[in-house]
C-alpha cells in the first residue's frame, strides 16, 4: 500500500517539483497551495506524512503546523523554506517538526531521504508504542495471574498451618512446642505430635523434597497418616517405630508423587520415661540435652518414598526427669553464620543447651526471627520434660 503524503506550498513550480519527485519515489502525493487547503487535504483521508512550506504568502504555514501539532501530532511534517528563515525552523523544530529542508532544494534524492528518514522515525516510534502496550498487557496479565496464585497459596498456607498441633501442648508432664519458618507461602516441612494410647504418645519431624504446592500436598498425606496411625496401630510399633516408617515408606510409593521425604519419628512411653525412635534420612539429627550435656540421637536410615522393602531400625533411650529433645530440619543448618559443617552442629548443641526449655530462646539463639529470608523451609520441634 502505498504511502499517502500531502505537499503544501503556494509556489506552484516547488509544490509540482515536490509532488514529481515523491511520486517518482512510489508515494501517493496530495498537493495544497495553502494552509487553509493542507487543513481540508488533511481531512478527506490519512495522510502519512505532510511536506509543508513555512514561509507562504499568506503566512499558513506555520498555523497549519500549530494544528497539525495540537489535533494530529502523530503524522510527521518536513518543513521547507529558504535558508534565511533559520529561526523559523528552529521555531517549527520545537512545535514538533520532524525534519526541514532549505530551498532551492536541488537534488530530488534529498527530498526523498528527509521523507523516508521522517516515515522510518514514525514507524519507529509507533512499533515502540505498540510494544509497550502489549508488553504492559501482557504484565499486567502476569500481575493478575500472581495475584491469584499468591491468593491461593496463602489460602493454601493457612490450610496447611492448620494442620499443625498446638503449640504448647502438654502430654503427661512433656511440653511440645513447634515453628516453622516457610521460605515460601507454602512449606515442605512438616511437624506432628499426638497420643496413641493412655501412656505413649507419636512425634515426628518430616522434610519433604522440593518447594512450593507439590511439596506441601505431601504434607497433608502425612496428616492423614497421622490420623490412620492413632486408629491403625500395631502395638510392636510402639516399641519398634521402625515399622511405622516403613509403613509410610509403602504409601508414598504407592502414592506415585515424585517427592521424597525425610523423618525423624519417636514413640514416647510417658510411664517409663523412654524414647523409641527410628529415622529415614532426616538430618541433623535430633538433639538430646541433659543435666550431663548434650548430644545427637543419630541414626541410619534411607529417605522414604523412593525405594521399595525398606527396612528401618528402631533404638531406644532414656529421657531424664529434666530433658530437652530439640528436632530441625536441615534448613536450619543453612542459616547458621559457621563455615563448617562440624562448627554449626557444635552450635545447635549450644544453642539448646542454653534454651533449655524455651522455643523462642532457641529460634532466637539460631537466629530464626520470622522476619527471616531463609533459602529453604526451616522446622523446629521442641519437647521437654522439667520434671
Keep these: 500500500m502505498a504511502t499517502r503524503l500531502l505537499v503544501v506550498d503556494d509556489a506552484t513550480d516547488d509544490r509540482t517539483w515536490l509532488a514529481a519527485a515523491l511520486r517518482a519515489r512510489g508515494h501517493e502525493v496530495v498537493e495544497a497551495g495553502d494552509g487553509e487547503e493542507g487543513l481540508a487535504r488533511l481531512g478527506d483521508g490519512p495522510v502519512d506524512l505532510v511536506l509543508c512550506e513555512l514561509a507562504m504568502a499568506d503566512a499558513t504555514g506555520r498555523s497549519l503546523l500549530e494544528r497539525i501539532a495540537l489535533d494530529r501530532p502523530e503524522v510527521p511534517v518536513v518543513v521547507v523554506t529558504v535558508e534565511s528563515e ?139 497418616f497421622s490420623r490412620r496411625l492413632r486408629r491403625e496401630y500395631r502395638p510392636r510399633m510402639l516399641t519398634e517405630p521402625g515399622d511405622i516408617l516403613r509403613w509410610l515408606n509403602q504409601e508414598l510409593l504407592e502414592s506415585h508423587l515424585d517427592r521424597h521425604v525425610t523423618m525423624f519419628l519417636g514413640v514416647v512411653d510417658c510411664a517409663r520415661q523412654r524414647l523409641a525412635y527410628a529415622n529415614a534420612g532426616h538430618f541433623p539429627a535430633p538433639v538430646l540435652a ?34 530437652t529433645l530439640a528436632l530441625f530440619s536441615d534448613g536450619v543448618l543453612e542459616v547458621l553464620p559457621e563455615p563448617g ?13 542454653r534454651s533449655g526449655t524455651n522455643l523462642d530462646g532457641l529460634c532466637s539463639e539460631l537466629g530464626l526471627s520470622s522476619e527471616l529470608e531463609a533459602p529453604d523451609d526451616i522446622a523446629c520441634l521442641l519437647v521437654t520434660r522439667a520434671g
Excluded: W
Design 341 to 353: 559443617l562440624a562448627e554449626r552442629e557444635q552450635r545447635l548443641l549450644q544453642a539448646v543447651e
Design 86 to 224: 533559520r529561526s523559523d525552523v528552529v521555531q517549527a523544530l520545537r512545535l514538533g517538526a520532524a525534519d526541514y529542508l532549505f530551498k532551492p532544494v536541488a537534488d530530488p534524492a534529498m527530498v526523498v531521504h528527509a521523507v523516508d528518514a521522517a516515515l522510518e522515525r514514525t514507524r519507529l516510534r509507533r512499533d515502540k508504542a505498540r510494544v509497550e502496550q502489549e508488553l504492559e498487557l501482557a504484565n499486567q496479565r502476569l500481575r493478575d495471574h500472581v495475584e491469584a496464585l499468591q491468593r491461593d497459596q496463602r489460602a493454601g498456607r493457612q490450610v496447611q498451618f492448620g494442620m499443625l498441633p498446638p503449640s504448647p501442648m502438654a502430654i503427661d508432664g512433656f511440653r511440645l512446642q513447634h515453628r516453622i519458618v516457610p521460605s515460601l507461602y507454602l512449606s515442605g516441612d512438616f511437624v506432628d505430635y499426638f497420643r496413641v494410647t493412655e501412656q505413649h504418645f507419636v512425634l515426628y519431624i518430616a522434610d519433604v523434597s522440593g518447594h512450593g504446592a507439590s511439596s506441601a500436598f505431601v504434607t497433608v498425606l502425612l496428616k492423614n
Design 290 to 323: 541433659a543435666e550431663e550435656g548434650a548430644r545427637f540421637l543419630e541414626l541410619p536410615g534411607k529417605p522414604l518414598g523412593l525405594f521399595p522393602e525398606l527396612r528401618f531400625a528402631s533404638a531406644t533411650v532414656e529421657l531424664p526427669e529434666r530433658c
